[in-house]
């Protein structure tokens, strides 16, 4: 007991709620590998994470190997100094030997933590508050994914307190904002602009080339394409080969159009990591992109080419699936895919999977509700289960883009039936609820009226109205 509340009080991934469930380990595991090979001086954080997704495989004498390169790397990069995040190191060191039921040697690292803090003032002793492990949690939490992204973004917030113009620091701080910005855009919440800590990450370390990646890709969200441009060719110049610069390169010419140089450049990233689901997954909105422009070109574009584009791109996103079981959007951009080439089967299998994913967020779910509506509404022809999915998506009462979209494919819709002569009560009874769900109910009140006016012994409808009056 002695030992284990030594161990609570450490500063180490074993301390900082980092759960596997909310990952796909094997996925993480590989992308960790990859920076380790392709971004050197972030070794020490790396080489700690491994570690940790090592133990959670239940593979802890390769978690400790992993501790053994961090130290390495630690005496690599500051022969002279003492690295404080060695002490993560340790604390990660003394949790891996406490589940292996060696408690000497996890009560040895305990000791050397606790030795190292006695340098430390007092006030920084009780639960080791330095910036550089602030900072290590930071980054520890950014890879475990979007529920993290606010303690990612405190942590380095807390770093920035003591060192502001701490380049790493300010890279791990424009790193978070800019997928925070993307995250509660998907989700219609207030954003918190990154332009300004990624131009200052920038200004602090003009070679950071994946913070300069990032940054034309916020330039080019904010229609400053040529600006933005500007940054993504300077990060080609200062580092063409490494796949971090290729990938974002690769997405601001597809999203710039340029379907042809964003292949070029994501073909030569897939000539080094080939198994990437990133890399993958761009190269097959590559060409489904390739797809929508020969169909935009042409009234009657040539079948064969047609196939081809739609092959490429399942033959590509099926990879990226394949290497990260948990990536959503991936498999609704599988799925309408194989709609498009009419196989039905493998969409809905397809569809079915995604919403099988065990991490999925509630606007995950919103987006899954409207993509599949659209499926069984375009696809299979079927606009009574179209109408029931766009209903379960609207039902999920938080904003997002997902939700505003199943409102306003069902809004359309029951306008379109109600246009063409509709005298059923029914679609009058769903559009009010509809226009209820969405917060609109004078318009609500209009058509339960209608409804009744068709159906006048209907109690759901007479009581939705009086309700209605009732909170207006």
Known sequence: NSLKRSLLKLECHFTWTLLKQDVDLNHLEETTEDQVEFLTESNITNYNLLSYICHLKDSNEEALRNLQ????????????????????????????????????EAQAYISKVENSCKKLPSAAQGKILLPEICAEQGWALLKFGGKYYDRAKACFETALKSEPDN????????????????????????????LQPLKRAVELNPNNTFILVLLGLKLQDLKKVQEGEE??????????????????????????G??????EILKKGLAVIPK?????????????GKLLQLKKATKYPPREQVEEFIRLAIFHIK????????????HMDLANMYAEGKRYREAEETFQKAFSINILSY??????YY????????HMKSECEAIRCYLEGLKIEKESYGRNMCAKSLIKLFKERIERGSEDATDYGTLGLVHHLNGEKDKAIECYKEALALCPDNEDYLSALCELRLSI
């Not at 604390?91 to 000497?104: F, L, V």
């Not at 940054?231 to 710039?256: S, T």
């Not at 990437?276 to 909105?285: I, M, N, P, T, Y």
Request: aromatic share 18%; net charge positive.
């Open 69 to 104: 390169n961090a130290e390495e790397a630690a005496q690599k990069n500051n022969p002279d100094e003492f690295d404080w995040r060695i002490l993560v190191t340790w604390g990660n060191y003394a949790w891996i030997y406490y589940h292996m039921k060696r408690y000497r």
């Open 167 to 194: 380049p790493r620091f300010n890279a791990g701080y424009a790193i978070v904002m800019y997928r925070q910005e993307d995250f509660s855009r998907r989700r219609c919440e207030d954003v918190s602009p990154s």
């Open 231 to 256: 940054y993504i060719e300077k990060a080609l110049q200062l580092n063409p080969d490494l796949p971090y610069v290729q990938r974002y390169a690769a997405k601001f010419y597809r999203r710039k």
């Open 258 to 263: 340029e379907l042809d140089k964003a292949l």
């Open 276 to 288: 990437s689901s990133f890399l993958h997954h761009q190269v097959g909105l590559c060409y489904r």
């Open 319 to 330: 990879i990226a699936i394949e290497q990260k079981t948990v990536f959503f959007s991936a």
């Open 363 to 368: 606007d995950d779910k919103q987006a899954y």
């Open 371 to 378: 993509h599949y509506g659209n499926f069984q509404r375009f």
